[in-house]
Each structure stands twice: as C-alpha cells, then as structure tokens.
C-alpha cells in the first residue's frame, strides 16, 4: 500500500440531472479526485440499498448517490423513494458495522457541475479520514 490512502468511492448518478452535471465539471475541467467511479442510472430510485451494501461490502470505500433536486425529477417523485431509502440505508450500514459517513445522497442538476465537483471532493476527503473500510481484503 502506498504511503497515502486513496479511497474507492462509488457514485450512482441520475441520468437526467446529476450525471450530466458530472459531465458538465469534467468538460468545464473542474478537479474532483480520480478515485470516483460514475455509475449511471436512469433515476436515483433505481439505487437500492442491497447495492449499496454491496458495493461497500466488495471493496468500495464510499458510496455517494446522486439525483435530481427534489421538484424536479424527470420520474416525478423518484428522487423522494430516493431520500426514503437513504434512512434505510443509513440504518443497514450500522447492521453491517460500517460508519454512516461511508455513505451520501446529494441532490445535483445538469447545470451544477461546480457543485458534483464540490461534492466529489468532500465526499472523498470525509472516507478518506474513516480510512479503509474493514471490508477491504
């Protein structure tokens, strides 16, 4: 292992709003770390919390979802099951003995590229100080 860690985060992005924002900070060039890796959904309802658990569980060491703003989905009120599920998933990471800060929702429209890249880092620098997780092999 390297002298620093680097983290293995897992981001599932809305493919109407959040997915183009991080399209939007990479062709704007904004620096987020290299270590996000960018799952396209096609709405942030898609993400249940079993594959969250199970990203966490294999080897990832964070898990940022991000959708539309709420009032803006393009499924209506996907976003909304999304922010229901978020206080599942917070209550099986707990069952699974992980820290709850290995996990954030984000709300993200296509025009805030800035904000994915804000996000990305803090998200990054938050896992970064947990350490690995006890699910690294």
């Not at 990203?55 to 009032?71: E, M, Q």
């Not at 820290?99 to 990054?124: D, H, K, Y």
Request: proline letters at 5%; one cysteine or more; aromatic letters at 8%.
């Amino acid at each position: 292992m390297s002298d620093e860690y680097e983290p293995l985060i897992i981001s599932f992005c809305c493919n109407w709003c959040s997915y183009a924002g991080a399209d939007l900070a990479g062709v704007s060039r904004l620096q987020y770390p290299p270590n996000i890796r960018i799952i396209r959904v096609m709405c942030s309802s898609m993400v249940h919390p079993n594959l969250v658990i199970e990203a966490l569980t294999k080897g990832a060491d964070g898990v940022l979802i991000c959708g539309c703003h709420p009032g803006d989905c393009h499924y209506e009120d996907g976003n909304l099951k999304t922010e229901k599920r978020a206080e599942a998933i917070v209550i099986m990471l707990e069952d699974f003995g992980l820290e709850e800060e290995r996990f954030r929702l984000e709300w993200v429209s296509a025009s805030e590229g800035p904000r994915f890249a804000q996000v990305a880092r803090e998200f990054t620098e938050q896992v970064k100080k947990l350490g690995p997780s006890t699910y690294k092999t």
